[in-house]
């Protein structure tokens, strides 16, 4: 127990080590921790408490306001913070107001997005999670306080400008403050996570939230959903038209032309497109791909389960749909019985959870209002808030009660993401927004697919293709295009059917590219494995790794792709970039060229290759190419071991598919390079009977052979 | 005594005849009404009780939850709501969510804006306010109930499409409730306001908030604010030039320049730049000219009131100023007596009071933060909503006190405003959202500033001229261009002195739309006179005066000024327009044509004719051109009476610049036409000594000598 500034008292409560809950108040029932998953209990109590807290409990200010309460935490000097979810605007945090609260069209950057979380990361090494699902709103070291003095005549106070930006300019006094304001809440519990570097916090959140999720293997391919307007014929023909040209593929999405109804939804098979969904799923089935079904969570008067949905749902519809309480137990239950019995046990593989986000921003804002009365004890925004993360569970649950692992997309999500086994996506299109999102994802515990749909030049479509690949989810969303994007990827011209004469020369990129994604499964699965175990993000920013490389702190349009790659996109018609390497070395992974790090170059690649680095002294497996994964693909690896000194990396080895590795069912392979021999070494250790690998060639690349010398901020010399 | 839905009370109060003020639960002390101006008792005494109450009071449903309290109100079939302030992105207001937040960069279409209210007008002859300083939400018919039964698979249930829009699009089945949100409060007054029609119901919103404001005679003139990096030598040689080049213009506004200290204000002219404000005063004077002074409300460390508004302040700074809090008597006074020594007493005319909105979409927002205290007990909430107008409320007293009539700027404003004399404007510039701001802030008995900066090309800024002397305000706000706009229109050549070859032909166009300005500013105070007494707003959306006529309830480019004149504004390059006129007959003012009413006609006036339409059967008194007003000025009238059966027009008569009027020194003079004799009758009653109008001409102007024929939605034949 101790007393805040007022004379509340707070209570401290120590949940693992290095993770602490404080207690303001008297909280809200409904919180996101209140329909968290279990924390990875074994792994945290098993870390070693921080050698420093970073922040100064004692110094948390807590006050109940008309308006809700308050809460006031010092930023000290030199502190960046990150975080707040999927946010696409910004990335350092500091001196902003960020509001949390689900909104699927940000005009500009207050905060607000698909997937916003009350929850921010400090270079200092520590998180800060505040468990609400109000829209809490965080004012980032924004606001000056008047001081018991006469202020200073400081800051723009004598500026004569002619232009509003300088007038409006940020200010150079910031406040050394996070003030966070709760609405309606009575009281609040924050939980604050330590580390001895901010990765070290970070990962105790993800695995306080359960730990990051574990794809199956095959996830890990391309996915590609097919126009809306489909049938069931069109999608087998197309299927195999992927396979006649060996473009691999391993997902195909049905969009809303598979139900009866859609806006809002049946979750019955459309009876004229889809007159026999077992044939369907047989044929889609021997050309060895899954499917994924696109739905939301508004139920159509026609569904079947309407009837029995009625009483848990909410006062208000939506699309002329129920929207189900999916915190009531039996609402959820419904919902999931009704799933698995038509869909996972008739070998639906995975779902598209889209809509469960809000809308106050586009032309037609169509959600639930936030007055809106749950019958569970939620009110609409609350709901709003979780409605993605209960969506997620509701579905999450049904496979794994079946030990089927899955892998799907979803609209919104919040607080404590991580297990779940989902990718976020949006309906927006900006392909350097797509790119910050996707990292600061990772600040969170959360993963984002910045999808492909059309493209406004070839060196546009194919850019963002290569972002596609770099990324949690390889994903070709093609619900408006009648004919795959790489024939034409206008949309227009694609609706009326005009392809493109020279079409030929794309698709060979476009497979080059499908190829190399392909070639990394291995490496991403390890790299899953590890967040789901260690709470590592695979997608992650540089300052994770750097935090003190102040340069790294900046960087929203690199990052890391597993331990050992940086991923540096190009955007639009882009034909060359600056890149900075933190320090170390690098290998540019198509030229071989070693680039010493602490320095930023100037790269140019060629259309078709995509720009990593290799980090110096690591390992890389490579897959040959596979057009799809099965649960007893063998992979085919070239290891690549780059550096004269390279780490031993370990490959994953389990079923590939269900929860067994959980019981010993698993194992792994590790690689390493024998300096002396100057071979690679593979050992096995595995209670599985699959065989996930086999290595056919081993290559050592070297900064001796190709180097290229680089100066801070200057170009290649 | 009432009860609603759920057993909770309701006090109803009959306030005047046709005014209602229901409370239910327990309000919040710092509302709008608490600040608000005494009602026009006389007038809404006399009244007559409307015939019918359009609503029933039973229907209305109260409930707290735990975010504030609800509201839920029956909107009938075929009944249109407008209203909610200074809305830009939107006209008729069904089928959308309000979010009463003033914000002065609103992205979409959310409610958001400079002067939001919470308050709506609706066709079936009522209006409705709720009485809160919260960021209150409507929800005007946007969702649908879930109903007892099962709801019908209506709506767009069955839908396929490959379009987003379409997807999210409109609903067919909105509900007929509006409800509202009011966060944290407990308890809420709500006002009803009933009228036989539409604008009978307006008229008594208008009238309870105090009447509308008078403006000073001189202020329906032209006012140019200058460049902001001016010294008053430049101010003086600029006035000049005006007067040389007989450039009609009543006001110089003085930008921030003319303080030593601006964002934040220290309210103190710059020594250096204005070494002797007596000597500006004079030479202004003496050229006719009435001085504005910029400012905003947060106080500089080395204003002169600095230490004796400290601890009345919020607890934020912004701009490293003061937030003075102007709910406390004592601290609006210390800014008051100031105000009042420093500049009212020294003959400066008015105030642009700037930057008394908020901000939380530009890049740099700027304000104070929601949870700011002030000393008064409002929030940072309560007081963003509020300090437009108490800032109003505070300079304007001064005005008051020293029998002096100001007519002034100000960027926010709120409930009950319509008495102060301030007309709204904005940073922002787009010329169809500024007529579409006019037209919505009639319902709402404010006043908007569409100001003309600059042109995107000559008839954009032609055009926004033309709207701009049509308009409460004749504002051009040149404060980034160094030269005036029509030597050079575009900004940045303005500003590297780049001077446009032609611009003497500008020039002669910029001229002639002044002095039609200027030639309405008799018919216009008339209009304000109204507006004062009567509560009818002198700029206003046709659907006030044709509620029935459901062409007009979709109307936002076209508005009425006074009673007798159309306006329909050219936006951009358009070169034509297509004009609705309703029932009755319509003269094209600058060709004299005759139109019938009832009826679309495309129109393209010439470049240098402000397009206007003039009622059938009504009179026009125009001024030949003045440059500048005088207190002693004396009108010199062409008198136009359209029509065979011109009805009377009543020109005031006042000293023009005091108070003196409401204690009998004014008087009107009356003009009418005599069919018989077939000419004009000019009546004077007046017990001011001022000779206000000399007539030089009648003009009759009759249906036969030119008409046009037109056929509804067709053209011109």
């Not at 005549?153 to 106070?157: C, E, I, L, R, V």
């Not at 993401?417 to 779940?420: I, L, T, V």
């Not at 079923?655 to 929860?659: E, Q, S």
């Not at 599985?688 to 996930?692: A, E, G, N, Q, S």
């Given at each position: 127990m101790k007393k805040d500034g007022r004379g509340k008292k707070s209570e401290i409560e120590d949940?693992?080590?290095g993770i602490v809950r404080l207690r303001f108040g008297s909280p809200e029932k409904f919180t996101p921790s209140f329909f968290k998953r279990p924390a990875s209990d074994r792994i945290l109590s098993s870390m070693p408490v921080?050698?420093?807290?970073?922040?100064?409990?004692?110094c948390i200010e807590f006050r109940k306001t008309s308006r809700g309460c308050l809460l006031e935490i010092p930023l000290s000097s030199g502190e960046d913070i990150y975080g707040?979810?999927?946010?696409?605007?910004?990335?350092?945090?500091?001196g902003k107001k960020r509001t949390i609260r689900v909104n699927s069209?940000?005009?500009?950057?207050?905060?607000?997005?698909h997937a916003p979380v009350p929850y921010y990361l400090s270079t200092a090494g520590y998180g800060i999670l505040v468990?609400?699902?109000?829209?809490a709103v965080f004012y980032c070291g924004t606001h000056v306080k008047r001081s018991s003095g006469r202020n200073s005549?400081?800051?723009?106070?004598g500026c004569l400008s002619d232009r509003t930006e300088e007038l409006y300019?940020?200010?150079?006094?910031?406040?050394r403050k996070v003030v966070m304001e709760i609405p309606s809440a009575k009281g609040i519990d924050i939980y604050l996570f330590y580390g001895d570097t901010v990765l070290d916090a970070l990962r105790r959140y993800i695995l306080f939230s359960g730990g990051g999720c574990f794809p199956p293997i095959w996830a890990l391919g391309i996915r590609y959903r097919g126009y809306t307007k489909l049938d069931q014929e069109q999608v087998i023909q197309l299927c195999e038209s992927f396979r006649n040209d060996n473009i691999p593929c391993d997902v195909f999405g049905l969009e809303p032309?598979?139900?009866?109804?859609?806006?809002?939804?049946?979750?019955?098979?459309?009876k004229v497109r889809f007159p026999s969904p077992d044939r369907l799923r047989a044929g889609l089935k021997e050309l060895g791909y899954k499917i994924s079904l696109w739905e939301h969570a508004f139920v159509n008067p026609?569904?079947?389960?309407y009837g029995k949905l009625r009483p848990f749902s909410g006062d208000y519809l939506v699309f002329n749909g129920l929207v189900p309480d999916f915190s009531i137990p039996k609402a959820a239950k419904i919902f999931a019985d009704y799933h698995e019995k038509e869909f996972v046990r008739n070998g639906?593989?995975?779902?598209?959870?889209?809509?469960c986000d809000n809308s106050d921003y586009i032309r037609s804002p169509w959600s639930f209002p936030e007055n809106s009365s749950f019958p569970g004890g939620m009110d609409g925004e609350q709901m709003h808030s979780l409605l993605g993360i209960l969506y997620q569970k509701t579905i999450d649950d049904v496979y794994i009660r079946n030990n089927i692992r899955s892998y799907g997309e979803v609209r919104s999500s919040h607080c404590f993401?991580?297990?779940?086994p989902y990718v976020l996506y949006s309906d927006l299109y900006d392909h350097r927004e797509f790119v910050r999102a996707l990292v600061n994802c990772g600040f969170s515990g959360m993963l984002w697919a910045p999808e492909v749909k059309h493209g406004l030049s070839k060196e546009d479509f194919i850019h963002r293709l290569q972002t596609a690949v770099l990324s949690p989810l390889a994903l070709?969303?093609?619900?408006?295009?009648?004919?795959?994007?790489?024939?034409?990827?206008?949309r227009a011209e694609n609706q009326r059917g005009?392809?493109?004469?020279?079409r030929k020369d794309l698709i060979a990129v476009v497979k080059k590219i499908f190829q190399f994604r392909m070639s990394l499964v291995p490496y991403l699965y390890s790299a899953f494995l590890r967040y789901h175990l260690?709470?590592?993000?695979?997608f992650r920013a540089l300052v994770l790794d750097y935090p003190d490389d102040l340069k790294c702190r900046e960087i929203d349009d690199e990052y890391l792709v597993g331990d050992s790659i940086l991923a540096a996109p190009l955007f639009a018609e882009q034909q060359k970039r600056e890149v900075y390497l933190p320090s170390g070395g690098w290998f540019d992974?198509?030229?071989r060229k070693f680039f010493q790090g602490n320095a930023t170059y100037e790269i140019s690649p060629k259309l078709d290759e995509t720009p990593i680095f290799v980090k110096e002294n690591s390992i890389l497996p490579l897959s040959s190419t596979n057009e799809s994964i099965d649960k007893d693909t063998c992979f085919n690896l070239t290891v690549l071991a780059f550096g004269d000194n390279p780490e031993p990396f370990k490959l994953c080895i389990d079923?590939?598919?269900?929860?067994n590795y959980e019981n010993g069912d698993s194992g792994w392979m590790e690689l390493s390079w024998d300096r002396t021999a100057g071979k690679g070494v593979a050992k096995i250790r595995s209670n599985?009977?699959?065989?996930?690998y086999r290595i056919s060639k081993w290559d050592h690349v070297q900064a001796a052979s190709v180097s290229v010398a680089g100066a801070c901020g200057g170009e290649v010399q």
């Open positions: 949940i693992y080590p921080p050698k420093k807290s970073h922040l100064d409990i004692d707040f979810g999927s946010q696409m605007k910004s990335f350092r945090q500091n069209d940000p005009p500009s950057d207050t905060g607000e997005t468990d609400t699902a109000r829209y005549g400081g800051g723009k106070a300019g940020g200010s150079d006094s910031q406040s032309g598979w139900q009866s109804k859609a806006y809002s939804c049946s979750y019955e098979w459309d026609s569904s079947p389960v639906i593989s995975c779902f598209k959870l889209d809509e993401s991580a297990p779940y070709v969303n093609a619900w408006t295009m009648v004919h795959p994007p790489w024939k034409q990827f206008r005009e392809l493109m004469g020279d260690e709470g590592i993000p695979p992974f198509n030229t079923d590939g598919t269900t929860f599985c009977r699959i065989k996930r």
